[in-house]
């Protein structure tokens, strides 16, 4: 949207640029492309942690409740991603995303069979932007957050996880613990996909050659191979496709219960995060590039 945006100002403008765009964002929302760069990585990032919070969880005999919130506001993407971990043996019991209605009855039903049949122990994963049947997001239930607006005018989410937290110490009457990842998933570099670097790379090269060929209103879209072989491929399509349009997980990727996802999903995802990409390092800390911001003169 802000590429056909710059686009159609600058041509208002009389401003001779090319524009192409590159589909950058973790949230995999953007349609007309296979994946977007860096959900790759922010995926991997998200599995890995939330593996990790499991097995910390379980060092302790204790009942305890985990509710984890990432990173989505209409589509769940980033929070399918905590499937990969559950695929692994050490994932969450129930996953809630932005695509399905949310309902705290069927919620609190779902967590206290889990609870019952693992012993006190249950992991959870919900989107940030997950809203009941009347359309009110579930942050909304706990504070006055969402009357907050961001730079989009969006409402300001956060503070679900603690919401769900506090309902279920609540109803279960045990330890239950709210964990956002937050900025966290995407800015982790260290834990980065190799296939996603790879990737946004080439993405950002064929933007290159495209613009100085003289072409411009398109985007970078990558586009895979109907192979048992991951393989991207990469294309470009007309900016007008992809501004105000976006890309939801299907519905059938989701359960059934509307509680996790199929393996439709986990084939989509676990290419994307495949391989290690770590930054430079210096005295055991990451070397970051420092850019120098210089003002455009139209």
């Known amino acids: 949207d802000t590429c056909n945006k710059i686009s159609k100002y600058l041509q208002a403008q009389n401003y001779e640029c090319n524009i192409i765009g590159v589909p950058k964002t973790i949230d995999n929302d953007l349609a007309a492309t296979d994946h977007c760069p860096g959900y790759g990585s922010a995926a991997r990032y998200i599995a890995i942690s939330t593996m990790e919070v499991y097995l910390d969880a379980r060092v302790y005999d204790t009942p305890m409740v985990c509710v984890l919130e990432v990173m989505g506001r209409n589509a769940g993407w980033l929070t399918a991603a905590t499937a ?3 695929y692994k043996g050490a994932g969450p019991d129930l996953i809630y995303l932005p695509e399905i209605v949310f309902d705290m009855d069927k919620f609190i039903s779902d967590v206290k069979k889990v609870y019952e049949k693992n012993n006190g122990k249950v992991i959870i994963t919900v989107s940030e932007g997950i809203k009941d049947k009347a359309g009110r997001y579930i942050s909304e239930y706990g504070s006055d957050l969402a009357k907050e607006k961001d730079a989009f005018g969006h409402a300001q989410l956060g503070g679900t996880a603690q919401v769900l937290a506090s309902k279920l110490k609540q109803v279960l009457g045990c330890k239950a613990r709210a964990i956002e990842f937050s900025l966290l998933q ?14 946004a790379f080439n993405a950002g090269r064929m933007a290159v050659k495209y613009a100085v060929s003289g072409i411009t209103d398109h985007m970078v879209a990558y586009e895979r191979d109907n192979t048992p072989e991951y ?5 470009i399509v007309n ?3 992809v501004a105000n349009a976006e890309k939801k997980i299907p519905r059938e990727w989701i359960n059934e219960e509307g509680t996790g996802l199929t393996q439709a999903f986990i084939d989509y995802a676990l290419p994307l995060i495949q391989g290690e990409s770590s930054p430079p390092m210096e005295n055991g800390l ?10 455009a003169q139209i």
């Open 286 to 295: 990451p070397r970051f590039a420092k850019l120098k911001k210089v003002k």
């Open 231 to 235: 393989k991207c491929n990469y294309k």
């Open 186 to 199: 995407r800015c982790a570099s260290h834990c980065a996909s190799k296939t996603d670097v790879e990737e």
């Open 84 to 86: 990969l971990a559950a």
């Open 239 to 241: 900016l007008s496709e």
